[in-house]
């Protein structure tokens, strides 16, 4: 406990040199599903695994076109969060001091929130960033005209921690949202459907590299005084009252590829792109940046277990 | 990283209010043996677990008493570990500095040291304290005309991790040997055959607590001059040259419940019994210190696979 900063700054390195060493520098892809007794594997050595083509199978993968998704769900009202940048969940900086940003969320029929965000997704409208990312199990809500479409749960994985799903999530966006570098406290099966995911993955080992601070909440408010509008759609990002301190990685490896200071030179990034049909196992805790591509139809979707 | 001592000492602490929160406060017992997918969920949650009785059907189980080893081993020659106190791989204050001892290591015939050990084990005569523990694959090696007695290697381990044991060791001693707190590298599974053996378990998250210092490496050796030979049967602890220095727990949990600082009492131990019979899966890395105490035949006998 009498370490000095230089000390616990030379022991976080050795950590994560060690971490390095025995570990792959790259993420295992699998042309198959794992057994359950396979997957417990990486479970247990907290590793991600991609299967390449694992969903090609699901019916969703072989419908889900822009017609097919507007038919199904027509004007059901979903919630569709907004941004002026396709930044969400994000670390912004606004008189002088970092504050962290949520979206706007609002609700509106389907077939309106999909003709936006495709439009925009081709180049067609200009407009806020839209994103369909609730991570509520909304394939089991708002969406649950597409649950038949996927798998109730994935089996090996079902079959491995002998439990359902806590939630099933759907998520549609375009080329412009990106979500910001974060982790969650849940095991993650992800599966691309339509257009790309580009993941940026970090072990939990690496927490001393994020620059994680306690930041003021905000979140993006329609001011209507359309005085930036065209910067910001009449945007705003507004501290929420009473001011409420959430902890987040400040570090944007979009700004700088390694973190700024002195651990960022011991720190393993894994890329890792997953294309249509393509699935991934996330480790609870490993720390993710995703953006997207949208596909030939201007959207990107994906499904995902937790 | 600019965490002064105090902040980091709260993060400590708060990390270990976590795991408690997160873990039971007891290990699991089962009545049998778990199929590989359930032995994999506490690999993956790095948890321990106790069989009771499953060594039970274990030939060793029925065959190892003092006769039958004898017989079994005769004169063949085994590596042997003597301390004057019991205390082997463990810390000492020699003129004022602490050290860490390895014990003396001799070659002898089984069935001279089986006989010191019983006869020690029953209080008959007094002398060194001596414990076959050598831990180099010995069930494979030295002891092969034992190794028929006990399974080649644990099923559900086997299937789950795709991979033999590395080793597979035979521990003889009586009730004055033990093992100072220490950590290995190993996923260990533990069988329990004559005797008691009496752990304290901790999981790797409180290494913050143990008060590892790097201490020079001494080995006992006969000094032979005798003269203070009553309390250490002519045995003296030597720092080897060149001086070596080895990272070690320095708490010893038999002399202060607690180790002495803050973070102690945010400390769990969990203390673990092992009958004839039980058998015992310790996660690699989890601290553990062993006590033991003879059977009928006044000595303690224990097989483990890494
Ligand atoms: O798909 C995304 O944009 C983010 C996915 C994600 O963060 C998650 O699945 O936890
Ligand atoms: O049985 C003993 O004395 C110690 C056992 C031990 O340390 C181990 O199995 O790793």
Redesign the interface.
Known sequence: ???D?AG??RALASLLENYNELNASYIDELDQEPT??QF??Y??RNRPFIIRGGANNWPAYQRWNARYLVETLGDSPVNVASTPNGLADAVLSQDGKQIFVEPLEQTEPFADAFKSITARGRGEIDGPVKYCQTQNDNLRGEYLALMADVPASIAFAH????RKPDAVNFWLGDGASTTALHRDNYENIYAQIRGKKHFLLMAPVIA?CVEERSLPLARYENCGDGGDEKADYGMKAVVQQPVQYVPVPTWDPLKHSKPP???GEHLTTYKVDLEEGDMMYLPAMWYHHVRQTGGSEGFSCSVNYW
Do not use: G, I, Q, W
């Not at 079959?159 to 002998?162: F, K, N, P, S």
């Open positions: 406990m009498s370490d900063t616990l700054e359950p007794l417990m594997r479970v247990a079959v491995a921690l002998d001393p200071n002195s651990l």
